[in-house]
């Protein structure tokens, strides 16, 4: 992008190139092309990562499997996409965990506020076989889930003012900030409880309802505030990291039950190599974005201890409300797989 100032600034950070493809050449199972919905921009780790997905199939079925990827939420956003994986008028796509929870009621551990403190204990998570059985649990719904990766860790912006307490978001003198929330219960729960004026709304409608002033903020990791522009609207920041969110990579169970088991076996083996290759993208991306958005003019609050505290505090009756709906050896299942990281 070019900003009016005449300043080129680089789209991307100094990215890992995905690792080389290796394993033998499949024999001919058949031809398909798929079509491949994603919700983020041509420049995310989601994207790029999902590039080097197709590439694998590509190459290992000497290009009997074509994936065409659409990316900015041009087929629809993610509760849209995984409806069409289910009557299979789309292949793949590649939602948070967030929207899914409607599916898979567990997956809703994930949305629990500062549950996973560090990136490798949400890596351990992920890879948990607490977090296979969550992936296994959509058999029946007409969505085949392939694997977890992530989405990364969410931060707050908004266009009204500096927030460095849970008091700034709910407003003292002035109203709540009104926050776009994924839809998702306890994403409602958590800025409701923070005093906030939430509204849940599709990720594709976001841009455009902040630049009108629908609302006024909304919380996703650096990276996606700058790949998708939202620093345009946006001119505060403050590194709340309050959730981790994963993306699972889907198949339509239709277009899965067409595959050769020989391509099944490819398809997840892609998946796995592409989703170890996005957390190495996205982890790149995270810092950098952060300060690409500070040159780009947004100002950025860092919380320190003390700071993030009030907030994880503040929060608090959001575990009273959820931990027993999501389930209390759940939570305590993926406690213990912390626990063990740190
Ligand atoms: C993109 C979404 C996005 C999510 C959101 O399709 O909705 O805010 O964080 O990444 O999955």
Redesign the pocket.
């Known amino acids: 992008a070019t900003l009016s100032l005449g300043i080129a600034y680089a789209q991307t950070p100094d990215l890992s190139d995905p690792p080389a493809i290796e394993g033998e050449v499949l024999g001919d199972h058949g031809s398909h092309t798929l079509r491949m919905g994603?919700?983020?921009s041509d420049t995310s780790p989601?994207y790029l990562s999902s590039r080097y997905f197709a590439d694998i199939l590509e190459q290992r079925t000497e290009g009997r499997i074509t994936v065409n990827i659409f990316p900015n939420?041009q087929l629809g956003?993610?509760v849209q996409?995984m409806e069409m994986l289910q009557t299979g008028s789309l292949d793949m796509s590649?939602?948070?965990s967030?929207?899914a929870t409607t599916y898979v009621q567990e997956l809703a551990v994930f949305d629990l506020p500062f549950l996973l403190p560090s990136r490798e204990a949400a890596i351990a998570v992920m890879q948990s076989e607490t977090a296979q059985r969550m992936l296994d649990a959509f058999e029946g719904t007409g969505i085949k889930a392939l694997t977890f990766s992530e989405?990364?860790y969410?931060q707050l912006t908004n266009s009204a003012r500096a927030v460095e307490s849970p008091e700034d978001v709910a407003g003292l003198d002035v109203r709540g900030l009104s926050v776009?929330?994924?839809?998702n219960p306890v994403h409602l729960s958590i800025w409701e409880t923070l005093g906030a004026n939430p509204t849940p709304m599709?990720?594709?409608e976001?841009f455009s309802a902040m630049e009108q002033g629908v609302v006024d903020g909304?919380?996703?990791?650096w990276s996606?505030i700058l790949t998708s522009n939202f620093y345009e609207v946006q001119d505060y920041g403050s590194e709340t990291r309050h959730v981790y969110?994963p993306?699972i990579m889907m198949m339509s169970q239709r277009t899965w039950d067409r595959l050769a088991p020989e391509y099944q076996e490819l398809v997840q083996e892609a998946a796995r190599q592409s989703a170890e290759y996005e957390i190495q993208l996205s982890t790149e991306y995270d810092d950098w974005a952060r300060e690409q958005l500070e040159e780009r003019g947004m100002q950025i609050t860092r919380l320190d201890d003390d700071q993030v505290a009030a907030f994880q505090e503040a929060v608090q009756p959001v575990y009273d409300r959820w931990a027993p709906r999501i389930g209390e050896d759940l939570i305590a299942e993926i406690q213990s797989i912390v626990d063990a990281t740190q």
């Open positions: 994603l919700g983020l989601q939420s956003d993610d996409m590649y939602p948070s967030s929207p989405n990364g969410r776009r929330t994924m839809e599709a990720f594709g976001l909304q919380e996703n990791p996606t969110t993306f």
